[in-house]
Structure formats: structure tokens, C-alpha cells
């Protein structure tokens, strides 16, 4: 089974930044679509950015220009760079496949305060 291991979260004031790593396990990831997801306490988990296997990006509106998501096939890992951070953007950061498994990673906390 594909493991999936985010890091890089943290605390920080707004208009800071944070990257953000997902290291993922097993074969086949350079072929694989990769998406960024996050959830805040009392909402549903959302996509916030996802990169297709050709480098191809996509992000949700309330990131874009904001954020940015890149890979490394070399590695098998999936970044997020987030600048300009905002305390909306305050929520618990996964990675997975997109379309997203079912098994999920332990997340990554990003906390922004004003």
C-alpha cells in the first residue's frame, strides 16, 4: 500500500510562508497525478492545488497566486510552496492522489495568525 508522509507545517504570522513535503511510497509516482489537500476543524477536506504527471498545475481559487505545487519524480515527493499566507488558510495540509485513495497520510498542521 502507497504511504504518504507530509511535513513541513508550522506556525506563522500572516503573510508568512511555509513548504510543505509529502514523501510517497511505492512505484509508479512519476506517472501519477498528486493534489494537495487541506481541512479545517469543521469543514470538509478540500483540494487546494494538484499537479498532473506532465507538470501540468492546478489550484483552488482562494490560492491562486498564492501557492504553488511542484514535484520531483526523482524523489517521489510532492512540495507546496505557500507564501502569503493568510489565517484562512489555517487547517490540517494532506497529500494523495487525485483523483484522492482512500488511505490517507497523517496531514501536516498549518496554523497563520494574525
Known amino acids: 500500500q502507497v504511504q504518504l508522509v507530509e511535513s513541513g507545517g508550522g506556525s506563522v504570522q500572516t503573510g508568512g510562508s511555509l513548504r510543505l513535503s509529502c514523501a510517497v511510497s511505492g512505484s509508479g509516482f512519476s506517472i501519477t497525478s498528486m493534489a494537495w489537500y487541506r481541512q479545517a476543524p469543521g469543514h470538509q477536506r478540500d483540494m487546494v492545488a494538484r499537479?498532473?504527471?506532465?507538470?501540468?498545475?492546478l489550484y483552488a481559487d482562494s490560492v491562486k497566486g498564492r501557492f504553488n505545487v511542484d514535484r520531483d519524480n526523482a524523489k517521489n515527493t510532492v512540495y507546496l510552496q505557500m507564501n502569503s499566507l493568510r489565517p484562512e488558510d489555517t487547517a490540517v495540509y494532506y497529500c494523495?492522489?487525485?483523483?484522492?485513495?482512500?488511505?490517507w497520510g497523517q496531514g501536516t498542521q498549518v496554523i497563520v495568525s494574525s
Open positions: 494523495n492522489q487525485y483523483p484522492p485513495k482512500d488511505y
Open positions: 499537479i498532473y504527471s506532465s507538470g501540468q498545475t
